[in-house]
Structures are given as structure tokens and as C-alpha cells.
């Protein structure tokens, strides 16, 4: 199927761009029955969408001639949710529109609104912008939208999500009744309907991504895991895909600066995107995914709004999702313009049934999987090793003296070892998972009570998460201070800001004492503090959460003093006795 009849410049401008034949959403838009009606088009990002309402509104923009005529009111306004995507479409319009000789203006945040009023006074034939810059530019009198033809609502239902409801009201208000409204979405939810009940009349409904609701060029899966073992499924899910660009979903600012922090400091190339980052820093951490200095994006849901990766082929919702419109709009991310994309939900074992909820709702059918382990990596490092190494190559005669003073001292078997390692170097190394499987997480759960913890006494540590706390290094720091070995240690419960963790009582007077020793010895962490906990960390997070703050930790108002002092009058840190101590009950094994 060809392009039907165009006006000459936008026929040339696409024979430009190598179009051939229209996208489905691109020849659903140009069918008679379409022409001058208002429409309801859902289609997913990047299936060519932009250009299909381009092609749409040309005869709202342009003259009999096939020119733009110049005036001071624009013929077509765009609004979309983010800065990122209205500069997109600004792009493609401009591309689109040249030969026509249509003028393009875009108003977002971020920009010189002063010199936006200026572009717009000296006459704009398509002006394309966000919701709050649009309605500012209206009400001060900048945007003169009394000419307008048509106005296109782009990702309609993002900008309702992000709480542009009054904005949007308030610029289609502002437009004359005869104009066309275009409304273009990827899911169709009630809020949308609504909009389009009281901004269209008798409006076409066009549906190009098919009955599922889920995005026919997307991998859906859904990995189940121990909640103590997500960092490390993430982890060994990034290295088994190897993905050109990634994009892992959080639900917080904070969740999205610890996995971040976490992913940079197992060698990943990561960046961050979330509310408290600045233009210029979303700007640089997007640049850098498109120049592929950065593989691997961390972000939140509106942080991620309007984003357009052309690489992006892996989503991990590292978070599940708030519902089945989240889970698609956070997909929809990648498998776009017939490329395939894969998008896994990292599912806790005890949220199982949620996610199956959630994707039975939204019509999505999920292959349920396992974390990948190390040697299901090493597999397919083999395999990318071997695809990439046996690529041909242009050798200069310089790295050819070079290969042969290689040969000269070293076997081609040694030499190509080498060239593996050096190749596997530059990789992530893969975690080793302890738990993998919900059967085996249950059969931990059957085991925490090991032989010799059925009596206990806490102690806490002055770090937790908000300090990068990890068991990885935390118990190799206990055993230090407290010249321990790991066995003697239980449950390690990190908290928001301390950690708690279990001695068995019968060793727990040996390790108070070396707790103390140790104290101050900052090659061994004696700047953390370490001290006995006079309750357990349930009962501690209960009174923390009723604002009891923290238990007094120590005399004379200093961490730790507390120790030392009882220490030196012979006593264990937990005997009691002293003026401030309360009697010591005996503690019990934790749940």
C-alpha cells in the first residue's frame, strides 16, 4: 500500500525520508471516511504516529496552493506531556512541513519563555508545546489560538496522569468550536473518554495496536524472587541480556538513588532519572544513553514520560507497578517502531498473585521465570564472546608485527584465553543467588532457626539503608569488631538508619568485649557503633513509627559510652545493674 493522494512538498519530504508505504496508524488516518472528522487513535509510541497526525492535519495547515499561509494565530497546536517529547515532535514536524513552508514553534519548560513570546508574535504555522507552558503563554496573551484548525492531544492519557486535567481543559477552551481535535493515546481509560465526550463531536474511533492490550512487539515475563534477592536477580537479569540500552522502573526518588548508587558500584554504565534531578541533568543523563556511554537507566514513572530511545529493548519493572496501565505505559517503553522489546516484572515471592491479577487485567500474557543464575551468564557470554570475536576485521600492518610477536612467545591457545579474559573483564560479575526459586525461599524460611539460636540477644549497628548498608559487608565487619566467626552470627535485620542482628547468648559476653576493644580502630568500621539492643527490631521499628524515637544509647551522652563504662566495672554490657539500666528480660528468637 502506497501514500494516497498529498500535497506535493509533503510527498516530496517523505520520498526525502525513504517512506514507502505508510504505518497502519498513518493509513487509518488518511482513509476518506477520516478526512475533517474529529478522532480517537489508539496506537502505541513509536508506531509512527507523529507523522500520522502530520499527515492528518494538512489540510487545516496548509493552502490550496499546498503552501503554508502566513499569519500571526498558528492553523495546528500539538501538546504533549513532557519537554523530551514535544522537542520529538517539533523535530519530525519540521521535517515534514520544509518544503511547505510551514513555520514550527515549541514552548516547554526549561526554555526562554521571553523568546518564545517572540517567536510566536512573529507568526508560528504549528506550534507544539506542554500543557502548563501552552496555558501560560495563552494567558498572558502570547498564544493566539482564534485561527486554529486543528489541536492534537499527544499521549493524552500520560498528561491526564500526570495532573494536566486543568491545563488541557483550560487550553481547548481557549480554541474556536470548528477546530478538529485529535486525540491520540495508548490506552483508553475513563478520564480519557470523558475529555473526549466534552471536547469532540461524532469523533472516528481508530484502533491500530490490535483487541490485546499489550503491545504485540514486547516479551512480557515475570521473574519471581526472594525479597532479600532482588538487587541481586537485577543484577544477573542485566548481565544474561546485555541489552544496547536498559530501563529498570522504581516507584520512588529514593528507591531509584539506591539502585542506582547500587548498579554504578557493580560496574554498570547507569544513570538516574527522577523528580529531583535538574534539566540540565536529564538532559546530560539522556545524552549519554544515546551517545552509549550510559547503558542502563534508572527512573520513575514520570521521569521516564515521553522518553524515546531507539535502542531500548529491555524494561525491568524493578517496582511492580501501581496498575495494568502503569505496567503498559512503563512497556511501552521499547518494542516500538516493529522492533522487538522484552519488559520483566521482578515479582517478590509474596506479591505473586497481585501481578498475576494485574496482568490478567490488562490482557498481558507472561512467561513466569526464573532469575537467570551464574552459568546460564556464562552461556551466553560464550555465545556473545564467540559472535563478537569471530567478526571480521581490517588489521593494520602494525597490530599484524604485534600478533606475530605474540605468537613468537605465547601459544594461539594462550593467546586467545587471554583475548577472552581481557574481553570478559570489562563485564559485571554475576551474582550468586541463595535463593532462587519460592520453594527454596520457603525451605529458608523452615531453616532460619539454626541449632544453637533458640536463645538470643540483639545488637544493633548505628548504619542501615539510607548508609548503603549490605549484608555482604556487614557481617564481615561484625566478625572483625567482634572476633566472631559467621556462624555465630543470626538474622541481620537492616533497618532505615541501624541494623540489628543476632549473637547466640552463650557467646554474646566475648562479643560485647570485643566490641568495645575494637572501638575507635577505623581500619576495622570502630567508627560505626556497635551496642546492645534492648529490644528487638520489630518492637524497635513499632516505636519508631510512633515517633518513641531511639532508645537512650549510652551515659555521659556519647555513642558507645555506655559499653566502656560497664565493661570496665567488670560487668557484661547486658548484666544490668547500672543507675539508668533497666532489668534484662530474656530475648526472644526472632519469627
Not at 524493578?318 to 522489546?341: C, N, V, W
Not at 505473586?352 to 532469575?371: F, G, P, Q
Request: positive net charge.
Amino acid at each position: 500500500m502506497s501514500f494516497p493522494a498529498l500535497p506535493a512538498a509533503i510527498t516530496q519530504a517523505l520520498t526525502e525520508r525513504e517512506y514507502d508505504a505508510p504505518t497502519p496508524v498513518q493509513a487509518a488516518v488518511l482513509k476518506p471516511e477520516a478526512e475533517g472528522r474529529d478522532l480517537i487513535v489508539s496506537a502505541q509510541t513509536g508506531s509512527g504516529k507523529t507523522v500520522a497526525f502530520g499527515l492528518a492535519f494538512a489540510a487545516q495547515v496548509l493552502g490550496e496552493d499546498g503552501r503554508a499561509p502566513f499569519g500571526t494565530s498558528p492553523s495546528a497546536l500539538v501538546v504533549a506531556p513532557t519537554r523530551e517529547l514535544a522537542l520529538q515532535v517539533s523535530r519530525e514536524l519540521a521535517w515534514l512541513y520544509k518544503g511547505a513552508g510551514a513555520r514550527i514553534a515549541t514552548c516547554v519548560g526549561g526554555m526562554n519563555p521571553s523568546q518564545e513570546r517572540r517567536t510566536l508574535k512573529s507568526g508560528a504555522t504549528i506550534v507544539v508545546g506542554t500543557p502548563g507552558r501552552l496555558r501560560d503563554h495563552i494567558e498572558r496573551g502570547a498564544l493566539d489560538l482564534s485561527g486554529l484548525g486543528a489541536v492534537v492531544l499527544d499521549e493524552a492519557d500520560e498528561m491526564l496522569d500526570m495532573g494536566f486535567r486543568e491545563e488541557l481543559e483550560g487550553i481547548l477552551d481557549a480554541t474556536p468550536d470548528t477546530r478538529r481535535t485529535l486525540l491520540f493515546s495508548a490506552t483508553m481509560p475513563r478520564p480519557i473518554e470523558a475529555l473526549a465526550r466534552r471536547y469532540q463531536t461524532n469523533a472516528l474511533r481508530i484502533a491500530t495496536g490490535g483487541s490485546e492490550r499489550g503491545h504485540g512487539d514486547i516479551a512480557y515475563q515475570a521473574m519471581t524472587v526472594s525479597p532479600s534477592e532482588m538487587e541481586n536477580a537485577v543484577v544477573n537479569l542485566l548481565r544474561f541480556h546485555e541489552a544496547d540500552t536498559a530501563i529498570l522502573f522504581c516507584a520512588t526518588r529514593e528507591k531509584v538513588r539506591h539502585l542506582h548508587a547500587t548498579l554504578q558500584e557493580r560496574g554498570f554504565s547507569a544513570v538516574a532519572l527522577s523528580g529531583e534531578h535538574s534539566q540540565t541533568e536529564r538532559n546530560q543523563a539522556l545524552q549519554a544513553l544515546r551517545d552509549k556511554r550510559a547503558r542502563v537507566c534508572v527512573a520513575t514513572d514520570v521521569a521516564a514520560r515521553g522518553l524515546d530511545l531507539p535502542n531500548l529493548s529491555l524494561v525491568i519493572h524493578f517496582e511492580i507497578p501501581r496498575d495494568a496501565e502503569a505496567l503498559q505505559h512503563r512497556s511501552g517503553r521499547t518494542g516500538r517502531a516493529g522492533k522487538k522489546g522484552t519488559a520483566v516484572l521482578v515479582v517478590p515471592f509474596p506479591r505473586r498473585r497481585r501481578v498475576e491479577s494485574m496482568l490478567r487485567h490488562a490482557k498481558i500474557k507472561a512467561e513466569w521465570i526464573s532469575a537467570p543464575d551464574r552459568d546460564a551468564i556464562m552461556a551466553k557470554d560464550r555465545e556473545r564472546l564467540l559472535e563478537v570475536l569471530l567478526q571480521p576485521v581490517e588489521v593494520h600492518e602494525a597490530d599484524r608485527e604485534l600478533a606475530d610477536k605474540l605468537l613468537a612467545e605465547r601459544s594461539p591457545q594462550e593467546i586467545a584465553a587471554l583475548l577472552v579474559q581481557a574481553h570478559r573483564a570489562k563485564m559485571p560479575e554475576p551474582e550468586d543467588l541463595v535463593v532462587n526459586s519460592q520453594e527454596d525461599h520457603r525451605a529458608a524460611q523452615k531453616d532460619r532457626h539454626r541449632p544453637g539460636f533458640e536463645d538470643i540477644v540483639w545488637f544493633r549497628m548505628s548504619i542501615g539503608r539510607r548508609q548503603n548498608a549490605d549484608p555482604r559487608w556487614i557481617l564481615p565487619l561484625i566478625c572483625r569488631r567482634g572476633h566472631i566467626t559467621r556462624a555465630e552470627i543470626g538474622a541481620i535485620r537492616i533497618g532505615p538508619v541501624e541494623t540489628h542482628f543476632q549473637i547466640p547468648r552463650a557467646a554474646s559476653d566475648k562479643f560485647a568485649d570485643a566490641v568495645a576493644r575494637t572501638a575507635g580502630d577505623d581500619e576495622n568500621g570502630g567508627d560505626i557503633v556497635i551496642e546492645l539492643s534492648p529490644e528487638a527490631p520489630r518492637d524497635a521499628a513499632r516505636r519508631a513509627k510512633k515517633g518513641g524515637g531511639a532508645p537512650h544509647r549510652g551515659q555521659g551522652g556519647k555513642k558507645g559510652a555506655g559499653f566502656v563504662k560497664k565493661h570496665r566495672k567488670g560487668k557484661s554490657p547486658h548484666a544490668g545493674g547500672g543507675k539508668n539500666d533497666r532489668p534484662h528480660k530474656k530475648a526472644r528468637p526472632a519469627k
